[in-house]
């Protein structure tokens, strides 16, 4: 049934700004919960039993929800409803053991199942056989070298920390002391995991990818391990004294080295390996950034890869002001988290002065240039409406970052410029295939529709590169790649958000052949859904159930491309209705965002009620100004 009636439209955007409302802290800002798939909870207990350092409370509601999310057949996937994920159950299975569980309960026996099938868990990803070997499961020699002397690797040279991301720069120095200390767990119960090996002691390096380059890293890799042995030992404390000066100047108080979980936990493991005890202060601190991260539930609890305020609060903002609401806390709450001074980027654009947002709370080296367009646009519609020198301030040092950020191709990464040294991901360690930062549609999009909606002429030629960057990288049924939101929907949504504000050859075949590809993924309940399994080009079709935030990016971009008035957007509305009308609100089981592709996933428990609230409020603004085009850039 089409969606008609206007009351009851507008009694929905009421009350979901009502419920939406309700979670803005009394200083403007809001953060959800941030959930990703078990290895973070996982990964907490084996930090716990690695130290030695056992809270049993935590511990017994995190195995709580360990055992919650279990899927059917026994393994742990790494999105709600996706196939078992061999190195997710591996680590699952072991927090488990280590925390009480019996091998020989129904739980663990279908999951030691699943992993025996699945060749068992010395084919563990690299991250997982790090772990493994750090509590003494395979030998050190099955992991890929990694050299403390990368410290000092100059920028000429092929690998660098200067060549690879951010989130792996910030995993890989605190590493680089564990893979050269070498450690073995505390591991109080003494438990081991040795019935899920079928080669335990082989010390082969399982390395699927059996490409011409990675043969050659590979072959690279097993010369390292023969000489790094020879290595001068002076040198190498003069790289581990570097690497450890590395992390401390970027610990990042309670938030955490990058505050991304992964980083914090092996900045903790490395400052507790420290010869000379000197970091004591350093790892009260270390280890609080990582508790600061559990979401701790009545039954259960779990613990978020890292939160997201800055990015949550952007959205609900920009929901908001499509509402006429007065946002000036959470503007002043995002002035006061603009980053003023220079972190890792600033090594490839040493002239560029700072701007931008990060992420999370703080995060000072590392801002993030989608969150930095994101809050660039809200703070221009809320500067139209409330001038101030303040705010114009901060948008116009956004602006400025922001263009000194794109790269080359025309396009935006994440957090750094001309990330693109995609050979990279070919050496060993890097067997997740998420070592770089590179260009990628959406971010582009987010930063196009920013420079767009600023309307600035010095900015023309930004605006066309980016634009001509987006147009390249359109798929032939009409879509586009999601690299950080799930997935086609996303990117196709983003992508016509953009373009939708600028002029071009061929804009209506470009359009047409999008929306096309928007309408034909309907499903017949009126809604959108996209399965994380099609980040594999052999699921890419694959589609489980509708969900609000899915659809909420299809609505907005078919409204982006001119369809308001199309069947598809009114059943699309219908759907986000119905939906709320029956439970007075919107909710989502599927994870709709990703981390990295094929790898890891995430689940923001804010998209499933900021999106569609933004998506029928614009539908109803825009309905009632006799369906007038969009004029913002999202």
């Not at 026996?109 to 395979?138: H, P």
């Not at 680089?176 to 070498?182: M, P, Q, S, V, Y």
């Not at 995991?193 to 990818?209: A, D, G, P, V, Y």
């Not at 270390?286 to 305020?309: G, W």
Request: glycine fraction near 6%; charged fraction near 25%; charge should be positive.
């Amino acid at each position: 049934m089409i969606f008609e009636d206007k009351n009851l439209l507008s009694d929905i955007v009421s009350e979901s700004k009502k419920n939406i409302s309700k979670k803005i802290k009394n200083d403007g800002h809001s953060v959800y919960e941030l959930e990703a798939d078990v290895t973070i909870p996982a990964e907490y207990i084996l930090m716990m039993h690695f130290l030695g350092d056992i809270d049993v409370k935590t511990e017994e509601k995190i195995r709580n929800y360990i055992l919650k999310i279990q899927n059917e057949e026994g393994g742990w996937p790494l999105f709600f409803n996706g196939e078992s994920n061999l190195s997710a159950t591996v680590k699952a299975y072991f927090a488990l053991k280590l925390s009480g569980v019996d091998e020989n309960s129904k739980n663990m026996l279908k999951a030691k199942e699943i992993i025996i099938k699945k060749g068992g868990a010395e084919r563990s990803n690299v991250f997982t056989r790090i772990l493994l070997a750090m509590f003494g499961e395979i030998s050190w020699k099955t992991i890929p070298t990694m050299p403390i002397e990368i410290m000092i690797l100059p920028k000429w040279f092929p690998f660098n920390l200067q060549k690879i991301s951010y989130w792996s720069r910030t995993v890989l120095v605190p590493l680089l002391i564990i893979l050269h200390k070498r450690p073995i767990a505390n591991n109080p119960t003494g438990k081991n995991i040795s019935e899920l090996f079928i080669e335990r002691n082989s010390e082969k390096m399982f390395i699927e990818n059996k490409s011409f380059l990675s043969r050659v890293f590979n072959l690279i890799d097993k010369i390292l391990k023969k000489v790094e042995v020879y290595f001068p030992k002076k040198n190498k404390e003069y790289c581990l004294n570097l690497a450890y000066g590395w992390v401390c100047k970027r610990l990042n108080s309670k938030d955490g080295l990058g505050a991304i979980f992964p980083a914090m936990v092996n900045a903790l493991i490395a400052l507790t390996l420290n010869d000379l005890k000197d970091f004591k202060k350093e790892i009260v601190i270390a280890r609080q950034a990582i508790d600061n991260l559990l979401v701790v539930k009545k039954e259960y609890a779990y613990c978020q890869p890292c939160v997201s305020p800055v990015w949550d609060t952007g959205w609900v903002a920009y929901g908001m002001i499509e509402n006429n609401a007065d946002i000036t806390n959470s503007v002043e709450w995002l002035l006061s988290k603009e980053i003023n001074s220079k972190g890792d980027w600033s090594e490839t654009k040493p002239l560029l002065q700072p701007g931008g947002w990060a992420f999370q709370y703080n995060n000072s080296f590392y801002p993030d240039v989608d969150d930095s367009a994101l809050v660039g646009m809200v703070l221009d519609r809320f500067n139209k409406k409330k001038p101030s020198k303040k705010v114009s301030d901060a948008i116009e040092r956004t602006r400025l970052w922001i263009k000194g950020m794109q790269s080359k191709n025309g396009g935006w990464g994440s957090f750094d410029c001309d990330n693109t040294f995609s050979y990279l991901n070919k050496i060993p360690f890097a067997d997740h295939g998420a070592l770089l930062d590179p260009p990628t549609v959406d971010v582009t999009a987010r930063c196009l529709s920013f420079l767009a909606q600023l309307d600035n002429k010095k900015d023309s030629l930004s605006i066309k590169k980016a634009a001509k960057y987006i147009l390249s990288e359109q798929e032939k049924d009409g879509s586009w790649f999601g690299r950080w939101g799930t997935n086609y929907i996303y990117g196709t949504w983003s992508a016509l958000s953009a373009l939708s504000l600028v002029d071009f050859e061929d804009k209506e075949k470009v359009f047409n052949l999008a929306t096309h590809f928007l309408k034909t993924k309907q499903r017949k309940d009126g809604g959108w859904g996209e399965d994380g399994a099609t980040y594999d080009r052999n699921h890419r079709d694959l589609a489980k159930a509708s969900t609000p935030s899915q659809t909420a990016w299809a609505i907005l971009g078919l409204i982006a491309a001119g369809q308001i008035q199309s069947e598809n957007v009114k059943k699309g509305i219908s759907y986000l209705t119905n939906l709320f009308s029956e439970k007075k609100n919107w909710e989502e089981k599927y994870y709709t965002a990703v981390g990295f592709p094929k790898v890891f996933y995430l689940k923001y428990h804010g998209y499933a009620e900021y999106f569609p609230f933004l998506a029928v409020s614009r539908y109803k603004n825009l309905r009632n100004l006799n369906y007038q085009k969009n004029s913002y850039g999202v």
